[in-house]
């Protein structure tokens, strides 16, 4: 139950991180945003992998 709740954490994390990037004023908050989703996304990759078995 705790891979759930981390897996849908993190896409919401995800998800704002594009918002944040799609809406930034300047490359560094464009920057903490893609950083965000890209981490978002890395940890739910993982969350796959390790439950798959693969």
Do not use: E, K, P
Not at 3 to 17: D, H, Q, R, T, Y
Not at 31 to 36: A, I, Q, T, Y
């Amino acid at each position: 139950m705790g891979n759930w709740a981390m897996g849908i954490f993190m896409s919401i994390i995800a998800i704002l991180g594009l918002f944040l990037s799609s809406g930034a004023a300047d490359h560094t908050m464009q920057w903490v945003g893609l950083l965000l989703a890209g981490f978002g996304i890395a940890y739910n990759y993982s969350l796959i992998i390790r439950n798959t078995g693969h």
